[in-house]
C-alpha cells in the first residue's frame, strides 16, 4: 500500500509546472488517507530574514502566494539549525514558537500540523504544513506516510524557484523594453521623436505651450500632421478639438461654407445652421493642410478670420468669436509662392511666425528600423497576426538604401503590401524598380514604365492597363491622390474624376 501510495502521491506532485496546481492534484490524492483540511508550502529566506508562502491549497481554492512574514532572529537561530528532523508532529500549534507565529498570519484556521522540511543543497529551504483545524489530529503512521515526498517537494520547490526569477527577469526585461520603446515612441505617437525628429521636438516643447501659429515645412508624408498632433496634444487645449482641414481637397465653391459655416436658408440646400471647422475647432486647434493650395481669394478671407478672431457664418451677419490655434502645413515652398504672388505675403507673414521644418525620411534615415517595427506592429495588430512577421537583414538594408519620395506614408504602404502578400514573413518588398535619384522629382507628364512586359504586341483590355497605372501612380505618391505631388496632379486628371474612375476599377 506504501508503494502504491508514494507513486501515485509523487504522480500528482509531478503532474504540473506550477506550483499551485501540483499541490491541489497532491492534495485531493493524499486526504483520502490523511486527516487534512489544507497544505501549505513556504520557503525560508535568510536574505530577507523572513518567510515567504509560495502555495496554499485547501477544499475551496488552490493558490499561488507571494505572502512574506518576517522572523525574529531567535526564530532565525530555530531554522538554521541542521540537525532538526526531516518531518515533525506538532499536535498544538501553539506550542511550537516559530510555527505558532508564522502559519496564523497566512492560514488562521490552523490547529496542528505536520511539518515536513524541504531541503537543497544542504541547505533548509522551507517546509510543506499538512495542517488540519482542530488541535491533536496527527500521529506518526500519517508522518511515515508522506515523509518520502519530502525529495519530490525539495525538488519541485528549487525548479519552481527558479522559475519566478526567471519570469522576475523576464519581467524587468520587458519593462525595461516597453520603457526604451517609449522613449523612442515618445507618448504623442512620433516615432524618431530621440532620433532623427529631435531637433524637431525640442521646436515642438517650445511652442505648444504658447498660442503661436505654427506652419510645418516638409515634403508629402513626412509627418507634418504627427508634428501638428503632437504640438496640440502637448498645448494647454489638448482636451479641445483638433480639427483637421485638407484645403487642397475643398473645391473652391465649398471653401468658404465648409470653413466658416452657414446659416439656415443661407442658399438651397442649406435647411439648418451648420458650424464650418472654424468654429468646430473652437477652444482648440485647426490644422490647415495644404495651405498652399488655397485660392487667392480664400487667403484673403483666412487672413481676415485669423486677424480679427473671429467668423462669419455664409448668409449670417453675426461675428462669432474665436479662441483657436492654428497651424499650417504645406509642401510647397510659399517663399516662392509670394514672389510669384500666388501666395499672399500678409498671410505668409502671419502663418510663419515660427517655421518647423520636418526633415524628409532620406534625410533620417537611422529612424528607418524603428519604423518598420512601429509599423510592423501596429499592421500585425490591424490584422490580427498572432506573430510578428520578420524582416530579413538584406531586405531592411533594402528599405534603408530607398530614396522615399513619399517618406513615411510610402513606407507604411510598403510594409502593408509586403504583410498582406506574406502574413507570416519573412516580408519581402516591393519597391519603386527604378531608384528615383536624389534630386529628381516626378514632374507631370514624365514617362513612366508601368510593366515594360506590356510593350509587346500582346495587347490587355484597356481597363487592366488603367487600372495598373493608377496603381503605379498611388505607389509612387504613397497613396496621396489630392493635392500637388499627388496622383491626380501627376496623371493630369480632377481628382475626384480619378477617385470614381478607381472605384470603378476596384481600386479603392
Ligand atoms: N514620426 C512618425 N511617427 C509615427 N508615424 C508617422 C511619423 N511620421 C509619419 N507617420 C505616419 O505616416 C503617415 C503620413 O504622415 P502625415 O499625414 O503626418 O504626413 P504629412 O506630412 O502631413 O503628409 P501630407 O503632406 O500628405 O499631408 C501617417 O499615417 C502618419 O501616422
Known amino acids: 500500500m506504501k508503494e502504491q501510495f508514494y507513486y501515485q502521491a509523487t504522480q500528482c506532485l509531478c503532474s504540473s509546472l506550477s506550483l499551485e496546481v501540483a499541490l491541489q492534484n497532491y492534495y485531493e ?47 532565525e537561530q530555530v531554522l538554521q539549525q541542521n540537525d532538526r528532523p526531516a518531518i515533525r508532529i506538532i499536535n498544538d500549534i501553539h506550542l511550537d514558537k516559530v510555527t505558532s507565529f508564522v502559519a496564523p498570519q497566512v492560514i488562521p484556521e490552523i490547529g496542528s500540523v505536520i511539518l515536513l522540511r524541504m531541503i537543497s543543497d544542504n541547505t533548509h529551504l522551507g517546509v510543506v504544513g499538512f495542517y488540519a483545524k482542530q488541535a491533536g489530529q496527527f500521529k506518526p503512521l500519517h508522518a511515515d506516510l508522506i515523509e518520502p515526498h519530502k525529495d519530490t517537494f525539495s525538488l519541485i520547490t528549487a525548479f519552481n524557484l527558479r522559475g519566478r526569477n526567471l519570469l522576475k527577469a523576464n519581467q524587468v526585461l520587458s519593462q525595461e523594453n516597453d520603457n526604451l520603446k517609449r522613449a523612442m515612441f515618445s507618448p ?44 496640440h496634444a502637448k498645448s494647454n487645449r489638448a482636451d479641445k478639438p483638433f480639427i483637421k482641414v485638407n484645403c487642397g481637397a475643398i473645391p473652391e465653391t465649398l471653401l468658404d461654407s465648409e470653413l466658416f459655416g452657414y446659416e439656415k436658408g443661407a442658399f ?12 468646430q475647432a473652437n477652444g482648440g ?11 487667392l481669394s480664400a487667403q484673403v478671407r483666412l487672413l481676415r478670420v485669423l486677424q480679427n478672431s473671429s467668423i462669419t457664418r455664409v448668409g449670417g451677419h453675426e461675428n462669432v468669436d474665436l479662441n483657436i490655434r492654428v497651424i499650417a502645413a504645406t509642401h510647397r515652398n510659399l517663399q516662392a509662392m509670394v514672389h510669384e504672388k500666388t501666395f499672399r505675403e500678409d ?73 498582406i502578400q506574406k502574413p507570416m514573413g519573412p516580408l519581402s518588398f516591393d519597391l519603386l524598380q527604378a531608384q528615383p535619384d536624389e534630386n529628381t522629382t516626378i514632374k507631370t507628364g514624365q514617362t513612366i514604365v508601368v510593366d515594360p512586359s506590356y510593350a509587346s504586341d500582346k495587347l490587355v483590355p484597356l481597363d487592366t492597363m488603367i487600372g495598373k497605372y493608377i496603381s503605379h501612380a498611388m505607389r509612387i505618391t504613397g497613396g496621396k491622390l489630392y493635392g500637388p505631388a499627388g496622383a491626380a496632379e501627376l496623371l493630369d486628371i480632377n481628382p475626384n474624376t480619378l477617385k470614381s474612375k478607381m472605384k470603378k476599377l476596384g481600386l479603392c
Request: proline share 5%.
Open 347 to 419: 498671410l505668409w507673414y502671419r502663418l510663419s511666425v515660427f517655421p518647423i521644418e520636418i526633415p524628409a525620411l532620406r534625410q533620417r534615415r537611422s529612424d528607418i528600423p524603428l519604423l518598420v517595427q512601429y509599423f510592423i506592429e501596429t499592421l500585425a495588430a490591424k490584422f490580427n497576426l498572432e506573430q510578428l512577421p520578420r524582416v530579413m537583414p538584406e531586405q531592411l538594408a533594402m528599405l534603408n538604401n530607398y530614396n522615399w519620395p513619399g517618406n513615411v506614408r510610402e513606407l507604411i504602404n510598403v510594409l502593408e503590401r509586403a504583410i
Open 188 to 231: 504623442d505617437g512620433v516615432v524618431g521623436a530621440d532620433g532623427g525628429l529631435k531637433k524637431v521636438m525640442v521646436q515642438v516643447d517650445a511652442i505648444a505651450a504658447l498660442n503661436t501659429s505654427v506652419l510645418m515645412l516638409g515634403e508629402t508624408g513626412c509627418g507634418k500632421e504627427v508634428i501638428a498632433n503632437a504640438i
Open 268 to 279: 438651397t440646400g442649406a435647411e439648418t445652421r451648420k458650424a464650418g471647422y472654424f468654429e
Open 285 to 295: 486647434t485647426i490644422f490647415l493642410d495644404e495651405i498652399g493650395e488655397l485660392p
Open 29 to 75: 490524492y493524499v486526504k483520502q488517507y490523511l486527516p487534512i483540511d489544507g497544505i501549505f508550502l513556504n520557503i525560508y529566506r535568510p536574505e530577507h530574514a523572513d518567510i515567504q508562502f509560495l502555495a496554499h491549497v485547501n477544499e475551496q481554492q488552490a493558490v499561488a502566494l507571494d505572502k512574506q512574514v518576517k522572523i525574529s532572529a531567535e526564530m
